[in-house]
């Protein structure tokens, strides 16, 4: 058993692991980057490392930097989080070189699926339905036309190496084909040093419906149903549920158990989403996230499970708490996100928060890591709190969300709330009925 982990990541994701530890009387150690010395993480951990300058590529992604603080802290194992090196293969192999544990999924799991093609041709054989598309990558402009031509416009084009929603480009006809090619390649080369790319046909009215798996790296996997996370603004989900409000029982039990089948056929270890986007009926593969992801709360909430206390265990070589048999939904969850910005252009809204006041009661959960007088360092993703709410139905649990903005107080800044409070006024929030471009078209028509 581990006595001491460390975290390497900052803002609420690494005070949801420290919490997660705590509890199971595992001693933490966080890292930090000298504009975090004040940071809430640092604050919460029993130990803190000072691992190098504001700029990420110099702290929370210098490997050196991080092995070394746990080399001098006598921490056993390191938790991810969500972004930073939480998919970065070479650091995990380099974690294993140090006789440390990493807790997440093998340095192999993540190559494989943090490569789009390789994951999209692994799913295949694994008999996970996937997006029409050219069968690998695509190399010349000659090849993506002949394949518009045969697949039907729309198509997008998407680096094999994509991420954060960059490195996709959709073309609605022949003439877009090139210039969507090109910048594809070329957003795909700047940000992931990689200008591979593949194309799919382009769902017009698809929603993105994700599935949670969970392995415990020796042939046994159980799905933990869907995530609705159809509710994006440029490809980055804001408002996300469970259980999704178009999926039957049936739906769920099926591509569910494609999809634990899959991971326990590679023996795939802790935590995974496998996204799907969902059209007609039909479920199409797009790409596995082999980490904890930020919408993880919505799960927790219906299953009551602790996911990341359940990535530790296994880390640690135990079996999952839990069997398929275990897992039953109970009511409905909801997550938005609040990001530091100013609507309506989303832009990073840094600065001094000079008054924080966090909702409760029944139903209610706040990830966050602020607090009055805190500065939000300009440096960093902007999000500043997950709000997750959960009630016996969506009805309750949209009313409890409305109640719960209602509470939260977030001074000193600019936040995405006043978004989520006129989402909630309308109909198609309320009944579930939205689509991947539901929210760009109304952000068009009404901020
Ligand atoms: P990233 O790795 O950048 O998050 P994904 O492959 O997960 O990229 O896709 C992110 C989002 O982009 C999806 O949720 C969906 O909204 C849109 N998208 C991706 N592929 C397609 C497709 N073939 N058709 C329509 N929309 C797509």
Redo the contacts with the bound molecule.
């Keep these: 058993m581990f006595d001491k982990i460390l975290v390497a990541n900052r803002g609420e994701i690494a005070l949801r692991v420290i919490r997660a530890a705590r509890e199971m009387g595992i001693q933490t150690v966080a890292v930090h980057s000298t504009a975090d010395a004040d940071a809430m993480h640092v604050r919460m951990a029993d130990e803190s490392v000072c691992i190098g300058p504001p700029s990420s590529t110099d702290s929370y992604l210098s490997i050196p930097a991080i092995i070394a603080a746990c080399e001098v802290t006598g921490a056993q194992a390191i938790h991810p989080g969500y972004g930073f090196l939480s998919e970065n293969a070479n650091f995990v192999q380099i974690v294993e070189d140090h006789d440390l544990t990493f807790i997440g999924p093998t340095a192999e799991h993540i190559r494989i699926m943090g490569d789009?093609i390789t994951a999209k041709d692994t799913m295949k054989a694994l008999g996970v339905p996937c997006?029409p598309?050219s069968d690998g990558g695509v190399s010349t402009l000659k090849e993506a036309r002949k394949l518009g031509e045969e697949m039907g416009y729309?198509?997008?084009i998407?680096a094999t190496a994509?991420?954060?929603?960059?490195?996709?480009k959709?073309a609605q006809n022949a003439d877009e084909m090139e210039s969507a090619f090109m910048t594809a390649r070329s957003e795909g080369k700047a940000a992931f040093g990689n200008d591979e790319v593949y194309i799919?046909?382009?769902?017009?009215t698809?929603r993105?419906i994700e599935i949670q798996v969970f392995g415990d790296g020796k042939g046994k996997a159980v799905h933990l149903g869907e995530r609705d996370?159809?509710l994006?603004r440029r490809?980055?989900?804001v408002f996300e549920e469970a259980p999704g409000p178009c999926i039957s029982a049936e739906e769920r039990d099926r591509i569910g158990k494609t999809c634990a089948d899959a991971v326990a056929r590679i023996n795939y270890t802790g935590a995974g989403t496998i996204?799907f986007?969902y059209e007609n009926g039909e479920f199409?593969f797009?790409?596995m996230?082999t980490r904890l992801q930020v919408e993880h709360p919505v799960t927790e909430a219906i299953f009551g499970v602790d996911l990341v206390q359940e990535q530790i265990r296994v880390a640690e070589g135990l079996p999952m708490s839990f069997t398929q048999d275990d897992l039953e939904i109970n009511g409905h969850a909801i997550e938005v996100r609040i990001n530091a910005e100013k609507l309506p252009d989303f832009s990073p809204r840094p600065g001094k928060i000079t008054q924080f006041h966090a909702p409760g009661g029944l139903g209610v959960r706040m990830d966050s890591a602020l607090y009055d007088g805190y500065s939000i360092p300009p440096y960093y993703d902007s999000l500043i709190g997950k709000l997750i709410v959960h009630g016996r139905d969506r009805p309750s649990a949209l009313a409890r969300l409305s109640r719960a903005l209602g509470e939260l107080i977030v001074d000193g800044v600019d936040t995405t709330v006043p978004l989520f409070d006129a989402l909630l006024q309308e109909e198609d929030i309320q009944s579930g009925n939205y689509n991947?471009?539901w929210l760009e078209r109304w952000l068009e028509n009404n901020l």
Excluded: A, D, W
């Design positions: 789009k997006v598309g729309p198509v997008i998407k994509g991420g954060g929603g960059r490195g996709m959709v799919e046909k382009y769902l017009t698809p993105h996370c159809s994006q490809h980055q989900k996204e986007l199409f797009i790409e996230n991947i471009h």
